[in-house]
């Protein structure tokens, strides 16, 4: 079973734009992470929220956790060519940090 | 940089045929998954090891996979017989967690299997 959905499931913007998407979760949680996979290759780790915190930023990544809506959002602004690719929210199930489950993806396609 | 490595990348088999996937893991890692990804869904835990011990196999299809990780290092999936629904990327991951901090995994490149 899978703990996270991801919305949009697809997604088309221009070079330059910002890219958002969102991830809802059904469980609570003691972490949530990104990951990234370029198509036919393994998934790469982007960033790792906690549950107490409410938004964090790497490079060009923007993550929010919303605890009480379940719900997180990963923005990647000025999006370039490589960012092309799927990304999966990931949650511990019931704050089993051992077990992580993965939401369906969102495809991000960046046009030149 | 350290990888986890899986092979093959590419399998191809006919069904009822017995298919295996080999994974090391980045060295130091004690917990091990082994993740189903079927074509545009994310990925589904099929088991997960401590060291050489199963933590969780509750979605294994015991009936024909099974998976060992002996010494607690590498790690064998093993599929027998294969079935047309088993065409997927077999995924291993592997990471540093130990029960403190934060369990973040590094995942290998996958291996393709194809069931005609």
């Known amino acids: 079973s899978q703990q996270g959905e991801e919305d949009p499931q697809a997604l088309s913007i221009q070079e330059g734009e910002n890219a958002t998407m969102n991830c809802s979760y059904k469980?609570?949680?003691?972490?949530l992470q990104w990951y990234r996979q370029n198509s036919g290759r393994g998934l790469v780790h982007l960033i790792l929220?906690?549950?107490?915190?409410r938004e964090k930023h790497s490079g060009r990544l923007r993550v929010t956790l919303d605890t009480s809506k379940k719900s997180s959002s990963l923005l990647i602004t000025a999006s370039r060519a490589a960012d092309t690719a799927s990304y999966f929210c990931?949650?511990?199930?019931?704050?089993?940090?051992?077990?992580?489950?993965f939401g369906a993806g969102t495809t991000v396609t960046v046009r030149a | 940089e350290a990888e986890v490595a899986q092979s093959p990348r590419y399998k191809i088999t006919e069904k009822s045929q017995a298919v295996a996937f080999w994974c090391d893991p980045i060295?130091?890692?004690?917990?091990l998954y082994w993740y189903r990804q079927i074509l545009g869904q994310g990925p589904e835990l099929l088991v997960q090891?401590?060291?050489?011990?199963?933590?969780?196999d509750s979605q294994l299809p015991k009936d024909r996979f099974s998976a060992e990780r002996l010494k607690g290092v590498d790690s064998t999936l093993k599929i027998q017989p294969a079935e047309l629904g088993d065409s997927a990327m077999y995924l291993c991951?592997?990471?540093?967690?130990?029960?403190?901090?934060?369990?973040?995994?590094?995942f290998g490149a996958g291996s393709r299997l194809t069931v005609l």
């Open positions: 991951a592997s990471s540093f967690y130990r029960g403190t901090g934060a369990n973040v995994l590094t």
């Open positions: 469980t609570s949680i003691n972490n």
């Open positions: 929220i906690r549950s107490n915190e």
């Open positions: 990931a949650t511990d199930e019931g704050g089993n940090d051992y077990k992580l489950s």
């Open positions: 060295s130091g890692h004690a917990t």
């Open positions: 090891f401590q060291d050489e011990s199963v933590v969780d």
